[in-house]
């Protein structure tokens, strides 16, 4: 299936932890987002590359870093997670070129820190 | 800043019923807008797409609109079902990334 992929889709865990998000493409696209929803369902973006290379990186806290091994990943990194951390986040990609392609989201993955 | 913002923020109507759903944005340098379907505690489904230089898109019962010198769109689902309660979000591209409105969550009862 030609799909964004992410893993895991739930993820439990401990103030003060770091964790990470992973996050594929195989459609072809060459630019590959984060985005975060927050308790009220407010989707806001965090960052964003094009083949590799950092193109948005929206006030997110230094404590989150992206890496994109390749322009398909785009993995998200959490170092010591806090309890606001919680949050639904949406792994996002879309096509090289104009007209500007719509966007293909992931399921998500459903971050609690307890 | 680009803001986006959808009204009504809830709708419930009864099976069968024509609906609109309004969403409207600040900047009108957009690419494109789309809209989303997002069923509880599941990812974004796109609905339909459309481009700065159209006015409008349809896909099945649904029918969007655009116009982009007033800001504004419009989401019409048509005979309504119950199988199309979800939130339906809204999103426009200024180029570098979508943003965003809060969403309508939509009630459809048999």
């Known amino acids: 299936d030609t799909a964004v992929s992410q893993t895991p889709k739930y993820l439990v865990t401990q103030m003060g932890n770091d964790k990470s998000i992973k996050c594929e493409q195989n459609l072809g696209h060459d630019t590959m987002y984060w985005y975060k929803q927050d308790s009220k369902k407010f989707l806001k973006i965090m960052f964003s590359?094009?083949?590799?290379?950092?193109?948005i990186n929206e006030t997110v806290p230094n404590r989150f870093s992206p890496k994109s091994p390749d322009k398909a990943h785009l993995n998200l990194h959490i170092n010591s997670l806090e309890l606001g951390d919680s949050a639904v986040y949406f792994c996002?990609?879309?096509?090289?070129?104009?007209?500007?392609?719509?966007?293909?989201f992931g399921s998500g993955t459903r971050l609690t820190v307890v | 800043k680009q803001e986006v913002t959808q009204i009504p923020a809830a709708l419930s109507v009864p099976e069968g019923e024509n609906l609109v759903l309004n969403c409207s944005f600040t900047d009108s340098a957009i690419y494109n807008l789309q809209w989303f379907r997002q069923d509880p505690g599941k990812g974004l489904t796109s609905l339909l797409l459309i481009q700065s230089s159209q006015r409008e898109q349809t896909s099945g019962r649904l029918n969007a609109s655009l116009d982009k010198s007033s800001g504004r769109s419009t989401l019409y689902i048509a005979a309504s079902q119950p199988g199309d309660s979800a939130t339906y979000l809204c999103?426009?591209?200024?180029?570098?990334?979508?943003?965003f409105g809060a969403g309508t969550i939509l009630r459809v009862k048999s």
């Open positions: 996002a990609s879309s096509p090289p070129g104009r007209p500007f392609g719509g966007y293909t």
């Open positions: 590359y094009n083949n590799k290379e950092l193109i």
């Open positions: 999103a426009v591209f200024d180029g570098n990334k979508l943003v």
